[in-house]
């Protein structure tokens, strides 16, 4: 994956509040394919037009932050229509809180103190 996408963060703490990111856009021509590359500091959950985006429950799953980040893919063409809003609301996961029943590390502290962020790329 080459990704063009450049990583988006809340511009302040939110607590235990889940930020929410969206942006509008709109098409001029008929679409023959679209793919969604996503993936999160923290856990996402993804709409386009108001429909969810994949079958994924706290997507992209847990991982070991210090070592890889997963992304996942999602054909989403036949969720465009000339007017667009994707929407993606990001909480805290695996990356921001403590998993239960591991012992706390400094690595995990470090986590816990940067913002949570989306990283997100459409191809059309």
């Known amino acids: 994956m080459d990704w063009k996408a450049k990583w988006l963060r809340p511009a302040s703490d939110f607590g235990n509040a889940a930020p929410v990111f969206s942006t509008d856009f709109a098409l001029s021509r008929t679409v023959k394919q679209a793919r969604l590359f996503i993936t999160a500091l923290g856990v996402y959950e993804a709409a386009l037009n108001g429909r969810r985006i994949g079958q994924f429950v ?3 799953g847990w991982t070991t932050y210090y070592k890889r980040l997963q992304y996942q893919e999602y054909d989403v063409t036949d969720l465009l229509r000339a007017e667009n809003r994707l929407t ?4 805290k996961g695996w990356y921001h809180s403590p998993m239960p029943g591991f012992s706390a590390s400094d690595f995990q502290k470090g986590l816990a103190a940067r913002p949570m962020g989306l990283l997100a790329q459409m191809e059309i």
């Open 88 to 91: 993606v609301t990001v909480g």
């Open 58 to 60: 706290l997507a992209p």
